[in-house]
């Protein structure tokens, strides 16, 4: 039976096992890589208490049982290839004479590489449920042009929804044009499902008549208000005349 084929994996580098220079020395892999924060403050999942040491239950008990300090890896081919041809070409750019074993546990992106992204600091929908520490995005390491929007493929249910969100990010704040749009999603972005430019540019792209109506309609709204208040000023101010000269 043959192997199952992907462009999108996912692997373990311990750094007790690696090679000082390891980040560095996958560059040579040729592939765009993503490298997440240490996770060093990992919750150790136990099944059986009667497994463990004094030591480790005492930890245990404290909520402070941890798993061994690790890193998750993505890695992005162009074309598809098994995990064991990924495995191999891996250990051939880490592996040594010293320390062999490096790659651990090669696996093929599943449930989708923005999924596997946010679990890199525990922002992915099953860490937060789990209450797994969160580590900071700031900390990802990127390698060789890796581009996580580049990757994820938005379905039309993606799509239909960032689209909702954008129209309703113009109609609560009065967003008259691309410039303000663009200024407000930088800063609030996230907030509305949208979390770079690439994707509020392909959104816009793919809906720009449904945007310009947004548009319009935010401006027309402005200027009728404006109107409004205007003819408003202009009558108080002729009722004052009108009123001083009976007086």
């Known amino acids: 039976m043959a ?3 992907a462009r999108h994996f996912t692997f373990l580098i311990y750094p007790d096992s690696a090679p000082d220079n390891w980040q560095k020395m996958l560059q040579e892999a040729d592939c765009p890589i993503a490298i997440s924060p240490l996770h060093d403050k990992d919750q150790r999942e ?6 463990l040491t004094d030591e480790e239950k005492e930890l245990y008990d404290k909520g402070e049982l941890l ?3 690790h890193y998750h890896c993505i890695i992005v081919y162009t074309n598809t290839v ?9 250990r051939k750019v880490l592996d040594d004479e010293e320390k062999k074993e490096v790659v651990n546990m090669v696996q093929i992106i599943k449930k989708g590489i923005g ?8 922002e992915s929908v099953t860490a937060i449920d789990e209450g797994k520490y969160k580590y900071d995005k700031a900390d990802i390491v990127h390698l060789n042009n890796f581009d996580i929007d580049r990757y994820i493929v938005l379905d039309a249910h993606d799509k239909e929804d960032m689209l909702n969100n954008l129209l309703k990010a113009i109609d609560g704040n009065g967003i ?12 609030h972005g996230e907030e509305y499902g ?5 994707q509020l540019t392909a959104i816009i792209k793919s809906n720009i008549g449904m945007i310009r109506l947004a548009f319009d309609g935010e401006y027309q709204e402005r200027k009728r208000a404006e109107e409004k208040q205007m003819y408003k000023q202009k009558t108080q101010y002729g009722r004052e005349i009108n009123e001083n000269e009976d007086l």
């Open 3 to 5: 192997k199952p084929k």
């Open 46 to 51: 136990v099944k059986d208490l009667s497994k």
């Open 67 to 69: 798993k061994k300090p």
């Open 82 to 90: 098994t995990a064991d041809a990924v495995r191999d070409k891996l």
């Open 115 to 122: 999924s596997m992204y946010q679990y890199l600091t525990h």
């Open 176 to 187: 008259e044009n691309y410039k303000q749009l663009t200024r407000f999603m930088a800063e």
């Open 194 to 198: 949208i979390e770079s430019r690439k």
